[in-house]
Every structure is written in C-alpha cells, then in structure tokens.
C-alpha cells in the first residue's frame, strides 16, 4: 500500500483527497519509481480543483511532474538506484501521477536526474522551469543574442515566469517583467530583471502593429497579451509561447509576421522528444543560479496539496510549489 492523492468522479460527483492505494492498482509501465518530490503545476490545480477537462481517464493520481528513484525496472536504460526527473507525457492526465509515494511509468519517459540537482531542486524547477529553458533555447535557435535589445517575460510571477527570468538575466538579457502583482517587483528585480511593467498595459485589445520594443518574447499568457506582445515586437525577433493563462485565442492580424518578420515559436513540453528534453535539462544544470532557485521555492507536504491547489487556481501562488511526498 502507498499513499497518494487521489481524484475521482462518478455517479455522486468530483472528489480530491489522500488515500491508501494497493500497489497492484498502478497502471502499466516498465519503471516502478518511489517520488522524493512533486509539484503543482497550473494543469495540475485545473486537475485538482475540477475547473478544466485536464483528466481524461478516471480514477486519477495527479502530478505531472516527479523526481526521485527507481525501484524495479525492465527498461534497459534504467536501473533499480537511478535517480530520475519527469515531466509531461499525459501523466496526471491518462496516466496516474507523481504526487503518490509510487508511480509506474515508461522508462522513455524519463530523464537521468542531473548530477546537479537534488530531487527537490528538480521539482523546484519542474515542468514550469523546464519549459523555461525550451523558451530560451528557442530564442538561442533564431539567433537572438543579449545585445539585441529587451526581452519581456508575461506572467513574470508564476513559475514559468520566474525562472526565465532567472535564466534570461543570468545569460546577460535586459529583461522586462510583465505582472499583475505590482508590488512583487523586488521579487523579479532578484530574478534579474531589469523592469517590471503592469501587465494590465497588454492585457486589453491593442492595434495589430504597434510601436517596436522587444528583441524577444517569453509569453506564458495567451490572448490580448500574446497578441501585443507580437505587435510590439520589433523587425526579426522572435516570440516563445507556452501558456494560456489569459485564454487560448489569438486575437491578433498577420501583419507582424509579414511586416516585420517576426516568428512566433510554439513551445511544447508535453511531448517534446527526450534529446531536447535532455539538452534542457543540461543547460539548466549549467545556467540556473540555485541560489535564486531557492528563492521562488514554497515546500509543502502531499496532505497540503489540495488547498495550496485551490490558491494556485486563485492567483496566489508566486513562484514554485514543490511537493514533499514522503514524512
């Protein structure tokens, strides 16, 4: 028997809560893996707190993310011992999840941990981090370099936000941290950023061109603020977008990409394939400042997942949420 956080849905509505689950009830996978660590991401709060059809297959052990050891496995890459970090593949969603003291997965899933990192630096940097560094490395592919000009960062508090803007300011970038959280500007100040502005100045319609300011675009957000974003972006650059958070339509014209030459780059963490997953998490062995990781980083028990998810979904969540499986 282990201990996992268990959502169900059935005749007699949603229920979230902690439950002893048998071992033999985890679903099929080459890797048997005992989680040090999880996290809340944004998809997993929706999974949580029942506000978006992210689970698909039910009942469901949430988290999407996990790092910790490997048990058992007839995967040849991994061996009883191996310390392993996962992120995405529809785990949480079709596959039960981390935020469980047990979880069977598929060993091509799985990254070898970073000598680096512990398990909970890794959760401290998750799914969130992770796509932070599949953003940088797309504005590294198009050529954008620190003397280009400013970089902004939309949802510059959340966790997606924050360590791009880390990672950005560690690598030399002047960047521009675009929040609702005005009185979080000391806090991304740390990160490295070199401006904070109210996100309220994009989050409204705008013209489909408007006056160019960003050598690049990290955008966590979606809609209006995308939209801007695209159209303050000056001749060339390039615009990263992971998020949603705004929404998922793109109000906005051509007229950037055939006027001005700007790429919108698409970033997917879900199912990116392991030798980028691999080349992400090398450089954010290399480029990420653990001292500043520490400073987005609020650890929580598994029993205080289900309320902190419900902040999250709230808005009050700044940084990371790790999640300490065991004790």
Not at 109 to 120: D, G, I, Q
Request: aromatic letters at 6%; proline letters at 6%; one cysteine or more.
């Amino acid at each position: 028997m282990f201990k996992a956080l268990l959502l169900e849905k059935g005749e007699g509505g949603f229920s979230a809560g902690l439950a002893q689950i048998d071992e033999s009830r985890l679903p099929a996978g080459d890797v048997l893996v005992a989680p040090a660590y999880s996290t809340l991401n944004f998809k997993d709060g929706l999974a949580i707190t029942n506000r978006g059809p992210v689970v698909r297959s039910w009942p469901m052990v949430p988290g999407i993310d996990g790092a910790g050891t490997v048990l058992e496995s007839t995967h040849p890459a991994w061996l009883p011992g191996d310390r392993f970090v996962h992120n995405g593949w529809g785990v949480g969603e079709t596959h039960w999840g981390c935020l469980a003291e047990r979880a069977r997965l598929k060993g091509d899933w799985l990254v070898k941990l970073p000598p680096a990192f512990t398990p909970r630096q890794a959760m401290a940097i998750g799914t969130a981090g992770y796509t932070a560094m599949l953003c940088v490395l797309a504005l590294e592919r198009h050529g954008v370099q620190p003397g280009d000009g400013e970089v902004l960062v939309t949802g510059a508090t959340g966790g997606v936000g924050s360590v791009a803007i880390a990672l950005l300011g560690r690598l030399g970038f002047k960047v521009t941290a675009a929040s609702g959280k005005t009185a979080e500007a000391d806090y991304l100040k740390r990160l490295g950023a070199a401006a904070v502005m109210d996100r309220a100045e994009l989050a409204a319609a705008g013209k489909p061109l408007q006056k160019e300011r960003w050598a690049a675009v990290v955008d966590a957000v979606g809609s209006h603020t995308l939209a801007n974003a695209l159209a303050q972006t000056r001749y060339g650059g390039v615009v990263a977008a992971c998020g949603l958070a705004q929404g998922m339509d793109l109000p906005a014209s051509v007229a950037p990409f055939i006027l001005r030459g700007v790429t919108l780059a698409g970033i997917d963490s879900v199912m990116a394939p392991l030798p980028r997953r691999q080349e992400a998490w090398a450089r954010l062995a290399r480029d990420l400042d653990p001292v500043l990781l520490e400073t987005i980083v609020e650890e929580i028990p598994l029993d205080a997942a289900i309320a902190r998810a419900g902040d999250l979904m709230q808005g009050k969540v700044r940084g990371r949420l790790v999640v300490r499986i065991a004790g």
